[in-house]
């Protein structure tokens, strides 16, 4: 693969190219008198975001350091970072006895090497989405985690979302009835590439277009609504299908432009997934079909549609106060009365709490690796052309 022959190499391929920078620099305002030392792996697109989220003041986080095998990566995320230590080994970062937590915003394939070894160095993880790539990678997160005393987060950050939460509640108090499917879809108009000033550097950049570092569409932007009615429903798939292709963007990529989605949960409800880089309408919605009702949320908002327009429904639970019957009856969505926001900052700060104050971790290990397994069934799904069935794969141990 382009002469990669392991994720170890994938992530120090570039340490040969120039020497660390070191720098010292300051950070977020503190909760604490002694603040979460962060260390932020992978400073691209995302690991950078989450640097300036945290540069803006996230309280009680300071990030001292970070590490990217790409060079002119690496001092970005320096220079996002105020210019703190960088570091082109991401096991150089893990030997920083400074650093108390570390947050990985690396290739998917990547994730499960990089959580256990900064597990083993005794640092705590905020591990982006999705959790690991492949099955025995999953179990092996599991296993890690089980046998630590440190804390280790997944980044589905709508797990940590208020909205998202309210929602959550609203529909598991019924409000909306019986929930008999979810409709959800993540489209963007685009060919998802980023832009490359050396071509040696392809496949680390745009990693996300290889089979072998990524899981496209499906573990980049759908598990986060997998996740999400996972944890409505306290369930996960039985069974998926998918179809998909590379139909738009023919310019060498392997991982598909398109994914359509259909999954059975146990109880017979139905969730449908789809995302494409061809046509940005709609954007992102997450559908939930009730007897009652439906609820539409986006990114920060999210609206109620009752099926009984006849019938004054206000107050009834927590989160829909402000409705009023000419909104029922005119068919305007009665907005669910809770902050948007953030859900990258309000993750971080539970992260926070975790770590200091021994809050439960809200999007963890059982969440991240359930979610992972979804991930890799679709995966299965939508390369072979057949239907996979949650039974056939092997059963996660968390005991």
């Not at 105020?82 to 920083?96: T, W």
């Not at 429903?233 to 179809?243: L, N, Q, W």
């Amino acid at each position: 693969m382009n002469g990669y022959t392991n994720r170890r190499e994938f992530l120090k391929k570039a340490t040969v190219l120039s020497a660390c920078a070191v720098v010292e620099a300051g950070g977020a305002y503190a909760l604490s008198a002694d603040p979460v030392n962060l260390g932020v792996i992978g400073t691209g697109g995302r690991g950078k975001g989450l640097i300036r989220r945290l540069m803006e003041g996230i309280g009680g986080l300071k990030v001292v350091a970070v590490a990217d095998p790409i060079p002119f990566r690496l001092q970005e995320g320096i220079d996002a970072a105020g210019g703190v230590p960088g570091y082109l080994d991401y096991e150089e970062l893990l030997a920083d006895s400074r650093i108390d937590a570390v947050i990985i915003a690396t290739p998917f394939s990547t994730h499960d090497e990089l959580s256990i070894a900064a597990l083993d160095a005794g640092k705590h993880v905020y591990c982006e989405k999705t959790m690991a790539k492949g099955m025995q990678e999953i179990q092996a997160v599991i296993d890690k985690v089980k046998s630590s005393e440190l804390v280790f987060q997944t980044g589905h950050q709508y797990h940590s979302s208020p909205l998202y939460a309210a929602a959550r509640d609203i529909i598991r108090a019924g409000y909306i009835g019986d929930i008999t499917a979810y409709h959800s879809q993540w489209n963007r108009n685009g060919d998802w590439r980023r832009p490359v000033p050396d071509h040696r550097y392809e496949r680390q950049i745009n990693w996300r277009m290889y089979r072998e570092y990524s899981g496209g569409l499906v573990a980049e932007l759908l598990s986060h609504q997998i996740d999400f009615v996972n944890w409505v429903t306290d369930s996960h798939p039985a069974k998926i299908v998918g179809f998909g292709g590379i139909d738009y963007w023919r310019d060498g990529r392997e991982t598909f432009d398109n994914v359509h989605l259909l999954m059975e949960y146990p109880n017979g409800l139905d969730a449908q997934y789809m995302a494409t880089t061809s046509n940005a309408y709609d954007d992102y919605k997450l559908k939930v079909m009730g007897s009652k009702g439906t609820i539409i949320l986006d990114y920060h908002k999210g609206e109620i549609f009752l099926e009984d327009m006849t019938a004054k429904k206000t107050g009834v639970v927590d989160g829909v106060s402000g409705a009023t019957l000419k909104a029922w009856q005119t068919g305007v969505g009665a907005p669910i009365d809770a902050e948007g926001g953030q859900p990258s900052v309000s993750a971080l700060r539970q992260f926070y709490q975790s770590i200091v104050h021994g809050a439960p971790v809200v999007s963890d290990v059982r969440t991240g690796a359930i979610a992972s397994k979804c991930v890799q069934m679709s995966l299965d799904a939508l390369y072979s052309g057949e239907i996979v069935y949650w039974r056939d794969y092997p059963e996660l141990d968390f005991a």
